[in-house]
C-alpha cells in the first residue's frame, strides 16, 4: 500500500508506543495470532487472560491495516436491519446473533474502562436518510428494535429536529443511537496492544507470516527470520487473509475508500451540535464526525480500482461540500485511505478449519463488532463454541469469477448500487 495513504490525522495524534522488534528466532506457544488490528489484538489480549501464552505476529506496525484509519464511527449492529436478520434466520437464530452483535459496543466500553484507553470516546451515532423511503425503512427497523429485542435506546430524529444533530446535508430524518458513537481508532489499537503487552502476550511488528503448516499435533509458521510452533493459529489479517490461507480468498474483496481531516474548525459545534458520529443511508455513503480537537473527519467516495486517485483529499473534499458548502475552502490538513475487506452479503467471514480460526470480511462495520469477534475466537480456542458458532455459522458464498475475475465482478455489482442512489 503506498505510504500516501496512511498520512492520517491518527498517525500524526497516536499516543507513545514502543515500537516492538521483529522475530528473529523460533518460539513456541499455545496461540500464534497473526494480525495486529482490533481483531488479533483482542483474540490475543483474551487468550492471554485465559491463560494460554500468545504470541502475536504483525506483518507492519499495530494498526497498520484498517483498524489504524477508519472512520471511527461506533455502529451498533452489523451491516443487516434485525428485521432481515429476522426473515433469513428466524427468531431464535436472530435472538442469538442481536444479542452478541448488539452487545459488541459494551465490550469496546469494557476495554476502554479496564485499560484506561486514552481514544477521545464519544458517545452518540445519527444514521441519517439519503432519501425520504430511507427514513420510512429507518422507522420500521427502530421500532422493530425496540418492541422486538428490547433494543430503546435509538431514536427516531424527525426532518425538521435534524438540525439538533447537523446543520447540513439535507437529510430526510434519521435515527440517533446513544449506544453508539465514535473514537480515535490507532489510539484504541494501541491501548488494546498495550494491554496485550502487560497480559504477556509477545507482539513482533515488522514480522510478516506466511502461510501455517499443519504438524499434526502443533502448526509451524514461518514468520519474518523467525518461525513459530503453536496448538492454535488465530487469522485476524482481514484484506490479507488470502496470502495466509488462500482458500479464504474469494470470501472478500478489498474496496478503497477515503477520509479527510480538515483543519480545526472555529464554528464546529454549529455543524454538528450534538457532537455525534454520522452516516448517511447511501450505499457509497459518507460518514463524518468531529475529532477531539475539532477537525471535521469526514468520508466519503469510493474507488473499485486499487489505486488511489491523485489527489485523495479534492477527491473526498466533493463529497464533504455537497454535505457542508461552506467548508468549500477550508484547508485539509489529513488525507489518507484504506481497503474494507467486504464479503458476498456484508456479514462478517468467521470460522474454523481444524485448530486455525479466521475471521475476516466486517464489511466496513468492523470498528464494534471486532472486539467481541477476538473474545470469541479465544472463547473457541480453548473449547467452548457455542458463542463463535453463533457467527461462524452466518451463511457465505464465495465471489464468482475465481482469482482473477472475482474482483472485476463484486466490482461490476457495486457500481450498480452506487449508480442506484443517484436515481
Ligand atoms: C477507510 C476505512 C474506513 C472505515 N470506517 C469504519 C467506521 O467508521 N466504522 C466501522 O465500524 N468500520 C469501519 N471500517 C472497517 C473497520 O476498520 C475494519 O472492519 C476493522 O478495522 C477490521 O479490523 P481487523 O483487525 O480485522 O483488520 P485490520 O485492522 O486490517 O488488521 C489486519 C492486520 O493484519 C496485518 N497482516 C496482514 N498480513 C499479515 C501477515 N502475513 N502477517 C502478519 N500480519 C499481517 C496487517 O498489517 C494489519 O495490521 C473502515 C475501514 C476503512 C479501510
Redesign the pocket.
Known amino acids: 500500500m503506498p505510504d500516501r495513504l496512511n498520512d492520517s490525522y491518527y498517525r500524526a495524534t497516536a499516543d507513545a508506543w514502543e515500537t516492538q522488534c521483529s522475530l528473529g528466532s523460533a518460539l513456541d506457544c499455545d496461540v500464534v495470532v497473526?494480525?495486529?488490528?482490533?481483531?488479533?489484538l483482542s483474540a490475543a489480549l483474551a487468550c492471554a487472560e485465559k491463560g494460554l501464552s500468545v504470541v502475536l505476529?504483525?506483518?507492519?506496525t499495530i494498526?497498520?491495516?484498517?483498524?489504524g484509519?477508519?472512520?471511527?464511527?461506533l455502529?451498533p449492529g452489523l451491516r443487516w436491519s434485525m428485521q432481515e436478520i429476522d426473515a433469513e434466520f428466524g427468531r431464535e437464530q436472530a435472538q442469538a446473533i442481536f444479542d452478541l452483535a448488539w452487545s459488541a459496543g459494551a465490550r469496546v466500553h469494557d476495554r476502554i474502562e479496564k485499560h484506561n484507553i486514552n481514544c477521545d470516546l464519544k458517545s452518540g451515532h445519527l444514521e441519517a436518510a439519503f432519501k425520504p423511503a430511507h427514513f420510512d425503512d429507518m422507522k420500521r427497523e427502530a421500532e422493530f428494535l425496540s418492541r422486538e429485542f428490547g433494543w430503546e435506546s435509538i431514536k427516531v430524529v424527525a426532518p425538521e429536529d435534524m438540525g439538533d444533530h447537523i446543520n447540513g446535508g439535507g437529510y430526510h430524518g434519521g435515527v440517533y443511537d446513544p449506544k453508539g458513537g465514535h473514537f480515535h481508532p490507532l489510539n484504541y489499537a494501541l491501548g488494546l496492544a498495550k494491554a496485550a503487552l502487560q497480559a504477556g502476550v509477545r507482539i513482533y511488528e515488522n514480522?510478516?507470516?506466511r502461510a501455517p503448516t499443519d504438524k499434526g499435533s502443533h502448526v509451524e509458521i514461518t514468520a519474518g527470520a523467525g518461525l513459530v510452533s503453536a496448538k492454535h493459529v488465530v487469522i485476524?489479517?482481514?484484506?490479507?487473509t488470502g496470502?495466509?490461507a488462500p482458500e479464504l480468498e474469494s470470501y472478500a474483496v478489498p474496496i478503497m475508500?477515503y477520509?479527510i481531516a480538515t483543519a480545526s474548525l472555529p464554528h464546529a459545534d454549529q455543524l454538528l451540535p450534538s457532537d455525534a458520529a454520522i452516516a448517511d443511508s447511501r450505499f457509497v455513503l459518507n460518514?463524518f464526525r468531529l475529532s477531539a480537537d475539532k477537525r471535521l473527519i469526514f468520508?466519503g467516495g469510493e474507488k473499485y480500482v486499487q489505486q488511489p486517485p491523485s489527489d485523495i483529499a479534492a477527491f473526498v473534499r466533493k463529497h464533504m461540500v455537497q454535505v457542508f458548502p461552506s467548508l468549500a475552502q477550508t484547508p485539509i490538513d489529513f488525507a489518507w485511505?484504506?481497503?474494507?475487506?467486504v464479503t458476498m452479503n456484508r456479514l462478517p467471514h468467521i470460522g474454523r478449519k481444524g485448530n486455525i480460526f479466521y475471521?475476516?470480511g466486517?464489511s466496513?462495520?468492523?470498528?464494534?463488532v471486532?472486539t467481541l469477534t477476538g473474545e470469541l475466537m479465544a472463547e473457541a480456542v480453548v473449547g467452548t463454541m457455542s458463542r463463535f458458532d453463533v457467527f461462524a455459522n452466518l451463511p457465505h458464498s464465495r465471489f464468482p469469477g475465481g482469482k482473477w475475475l472475482a474482483r472485476p465482478l463484486a466490482t461490476l455489482g457495486l457500481l450498480y448500487y452506487a449508480m442506484r442512489d443517484r436515481l
Open positions: 497473526i494480525g495486529g488490528g482490533f481483531t488479533g505476529l504483525e506483518a507492519q494498526g497498520f491495516g484498517a483498524s484509519r477508519n472512520g471511527g464511527q455502529i514480522t510478516a507470516a485476524a489479517a482481514d484484506n490479507w496470502d495466509i475508500n477520509n460518514y468520508g485511505g484504506g481497503a474494507v475487506g475471521a475476516h466486517f466496513g462495520h468492523g470498528a464494534l471486532t
